[in-house]
């Protein structure tokens, strides 16, 4: 699975995705996870899931207008930047990608 995690610059993103990168390898996933910017997002292709950086929620309907349903886009949680090793993060991801594709709410 290929996962793009958004935030304002990157700056964050790269945090998020590096850490979930690695919790996904260590738990046998082969998934990547890469950072990018809104603009980024907004021409995603080949993207399995959109992560957006909670400073974001209220860009995640524009972006998930503009992919056209291309690759679901979740908002992340707040407290994602605390989440050292990944783990949280990866579940968050695992809880989303079981959910139903139409929810906007997903915690």
Do not use: Y
């Not at 958004?6 to 690695?22: D, E, H, I, K, Y």
């Not at 997002?41 to 056209?68: E, K, N």
């Amino acid at each position: 699975m290929r996962i793009l995690v958004v935030c304002g610059a990157g700056a964050s993103s790269t945090f998020v995705a590096q850490r979930l990168a690695r919790a996904a390898a260590n738990a046998g996933l082969p998934w990547t996870a890469e950072a990018g910017t809104e603009r980024a997002a907004l021409s995603a292709v080949g993207v399995d899931l959109v992560l957006v950086g909670p400073h974001l929620a209220t860009h995640a309907d524009g972006i998930r207008t503009t992919l056209d349903d291309r690759s679901p886009v979740v908002v992340l949680p707040g407290d994602v930047t605390t989440d050292f090793d990944g783990s949280r993060t990866l579940q968050f991801v695992r809880d989303a990608m079981a959910a139903p594709q139409d929810r906007k709410d997903i915690p």
